[in-house]
């Protein structure tokens, strides 16, 4: 059974899942429908989709090394091969993961200790756009093997006025991988931006 995760909880993922080696990240939002007034809807003005980007930030001893420990939709796949992102959704529409990010956490490199998890607003300050805008925003953990979801976390916060957030990471402990869920919002504007928190 999926665990439900409150801001702030960790939970063990080797415990939970024993031999576990894959995992798949699973996050998603949606767009707060927008109220459209008389003039709007005469004209057929519509606001522009919300194109909010995840991605996964490597951490060598909690600490930000290198551009290439970033993998998002401009770099789909670290160099050790041990974390993808499957690909950009420029609107959020649809039902369940709007992007995932898979990671074979058997694999990752030693000197690797946590992956954080965040997802930013494309160009938000040009299309006046934050977290205020968005609903339902979830991430979940769940097991590569069996396609069992492990945990959610359900992001319910108001989170007006940021354009970024980090929703959780997964950390290395005494040997086992955790998962914190977060649920940060942040005022940053881009991914490099992001990045510099764990400089």
């Known amino acids: 059974m ?7 909880q960790k939970v063990s993922l080797t415990k939970e899942s024993a031999g576990l080696s894959n995992v ?15 003039l709007a809807s005469l004209f057929g003005t519509q606001a522009a989709d919300i194109d909010c ?21 401009g770099n789909l796949e670290h160099k050790s ?12 529409d649809g039902e369940g993961d709007d992007e995932q990010i898979l990671i074979d956490l058997s694999k990752v490199p030693a000197e690797y200790d946590r992956i954080v998890i965040v997802v930013n607003i494309y ?6 756009q934050e977290f205020g805008m968005i ?4 991430i979940r953990i769940v097991d590569g093997k069996t396609n069992r979801e492990m945990c959610k976390y359900d992001l319910s916060e108001d989170y007006s006025g940021m354009t970024a957030m980090i929703f959780g990471e997964i950390y290395r402990h005494n040997g086992e991988w955790k998962f914190n869920a977060i649920g940060q919002g942040t005022k940053d504007t881009s991914i490099s931006e ?6």
């Open 2 to 8: 999926s665990i439900s995760l409150k801001k702030g």
């Open 24 to 38: 798949l990240v699973g996050l998603g939002w949606d767009a707060v429908e927008s109220k459209k007034g008389f």
């Open 53 to 73: 980007d995840a991605t996964a930030i490597l951490l060598k001893n909690g600490k930000f090394c290198d551009k290439s420990d970033v993998v998002y939709f």
């Open 81 to 92: 091969g041990t974390v993808r992102h499957m690909g950009d959704n420029l609107t959020g």
């Open 123 to 128: 160009d938000c300050i040009k299309r006046k």
């Open 135 to 138: 609903k339902n925003a979830f």
């Open 194 to 199: 992001l990045c510099r928190h764990y400089k």
